[in-house]
């Protein structure tokens, strides 16, 4: 039997590129939120879950942060997907043709010198990938789509421009999700630790928190702040350190940052994608 990994978004969606080049033996299943996503591998429905966490461009991805710690699942692996933005067609259209280009609107800023350039204006949809369906379903030649290739592919249109975003280094980190956590694993690069943590009432409590840290020489590559349960006095913090738990810098640490919280919880324990040094 298949084993599927869910996302959220369209078929064609970055998303489901991150499950074909991540995970290509899995069969993808598509989902319309991230909590219909977590709730899919909750359920069994799905075995893992992929799921986007930060772009190079945009920062984080909205929500997420406050998902993962409640979502009951386990980080296991992370992928880094460079998003290339294409500018597709209906069969035979060409681009001195198309008038408008559809897409997302995190995807519509990154490409707008080409879109002045060639005098099209572009347009909102909710979906990179359901803007595919929908000129596909139009056949209409003044109709684009910005989206991937893979979205092409799926929807019949033709590829009129290849890698039009202004910025060419465009990359979206996904972390890839399981019911059950895998401490075992050591691999062949780093590995990587992700968790969140309140910091104690206390003054100088967060610089205390962080001083395990620098002293033991744990490189910590992530540090976000945001609130919880709607009270500016509620602060959660969600961090990325290089290193396992059973590593004995890092065992350190973790145990000086207890004195110092009042809750700390590991999300997963997974090797460093080998594309993240070159980031």
């Not at 296991?76 to 209906?90: K, M, P, S, Y």
């Not at 062949?188 to 928190?209: E, G, S």
Request: proline share 4%.
């Amino acid at each position: 039997m298949t084993q599927r990994i869910a996302f959220q978004g369209e078929l064609g969606a970055y998303s489901h590129q991150a499950c074909k080049e991540a995970r290509p033996e899995m069969e993808a299943l598509a989902c319309r939120t991230f909590e219909d996503v977590i709730a899919a591998v909750r359920s069994g429905e799905a075995e893992l879950a992929m799921l986007p966490v930060e772009n190079s461009t945009y920062g984080r991805v909205a929500d997420i942060h406050r998902l993962l710690p409640e979502s009951g699942l386990h980080i296991i692996d992370e992928a880094f997907v460079r998003v290339h933005i294409n500018l597709l067609g209906v069969p035979g259209a060409q681009i001195a043709e198309v008038t408008d280009a559809w897409s997302h609107l995190v995807l519509l800023p990154q490409c707008s010198g080409f879109l002045r350039e060639h005098g099209i204006t572009g347009r909102l949809s909710t979906d990179n990938a359901r803007a595919a369906k929908d000129v596909a379903a139009k056949g209409d030649k003044t109709q684009a789509a910005l989206a991937s290739e893979l979205a092409g592919e799926i929807y019949g249109l033709d590829v009129l421009a290849r890698h039009i975003e202004d910025h060419d280094r465009n990359t979206t980190r996904f972390l890839v999700m399981s019911r059950t956590p895998n401490l075992d694993r050591r691999g062949d690069t780093k590995m990587v630790t992700t968790f969140v943590f309140r910091v104690r009432n206390i003054p100088a409590a967060l610089y205390k928190a962080m001083g395990g840290f620098a002293t033991n020489g744990v490189n910590m590559t992530k540090l976000e702040s945001y609130m919880v349960d709607g009270s500016f006095t509620a602060t959660q913090f969600y961090s990325d350190i290089e290193g396992h738990p059973e590593d004995a810098n890092v065992k350190r640490a973790l145990d000086e940052l207890g004195f110092f919280t009042s809750e700390m919880r590991v999300l997963g324990v997974y090797p460093a994608d080998p594309n993240r040094p070159a980031l």
